[in-house]
T-cell receptor, first 110, second 113 residues
């Protein structure tokens, strides 16, 4: 998935810890998205951004915050991690269509 | 966005055509049909999309019925590397502020040797 880079690739957190997931893109796309994927649930939209300096809530925004200070970066923050946030997180970008995805961040909260 | 219905799983023999169906009976006139796939442990990958005409690219063909209530993704010569979850999504290209897509559970296609 050239063009969308997610860091870190793996992370283990303890309950109550905080962390930030970074999504970086080099395609100059306006729109960026954060999804989470859980077994049997498909992909669910957490937050998205329609341009630099903008963010909006998706389907499952609770417990997450986001920022888009630069066009090429979209950050997803967990202020106080909970075991229910154990998941695989995918970032995606688009200009018109289609979506371009990163390869995910696998997060475990113990 | 219109809801889609896909079978949870399908099998296909290597080298044969894989035909993946999708029902979208509530599709609106301005909504496109998108197909993505997700190979294990990777991010979803765009395959193809269409409005009402059949479409073909280097990966697959998309056949949309005349009433647009269903479609079929065709992988003409499936290989083991095509084993993946395939998602059918219906979404309007509104030209507006966002292109967020709602992913369901998709179809797990298993290509067997």
């Amino acid at each position: 998935n050239a063009g969308v880079t997610q860091t870190p690739k793996f992370r283990v957190l303890k309950t109550g810890q905080s962390m930030t997931l970074l999504c970086a893109q080099d395609m100059n796309h306006e729109y960026m998205y954060w999804y989470r994927q859980d077994p049997g649930m498909g992909l669910r939209l957490i937050h998205y951004s329609v341009g630099e300096g903008t963010t909006a809530k998706g389907e499952v925004p609770d417990g997450y915050n986001v920022s888009r200070l630069k066009k090429q970066n979209f950050l997803l923050g967990l202020e106080s991690a909970a075991p229910s946030q154990t998941s695989v997180y995918f970032c995606a970008t688009s200009q018109v269509a289609p979506l371009h995805f990163g390869n995910g961040t696998r997060l475990t909260v113990t | 966005d219109a809801k889609t219905t896909q079978p949870p799983s399908m099998d296909c023999a290597e080298g044969r055509a894989a035909n993946l169906p999708c029902n979208h009976s509530t599709i609106s006139g301005n909504e496109y049909v998108y197909w993505y796939r997700q190979i294990h442990s990777q991010g979803p990958q765009y395959i193809i999309h269409g409005l009402k005409n059949n479409e073909t690219n280097e990966m697959a063909s998309l056949i949309i019925t005349e009433d647009r209530k269903s479609s079929t993704l065709i992988l003409p010569h499936a290989t083991l590397r095509d084993t993946a979850v395939y998602y059918c999504i219906v979404r309007a290209n509104s030209g507006g502020s966002n292109y967020k897509l709602t992913f369901g559970k998709g179809t797990l296609l298993t290509v067997n040797p």
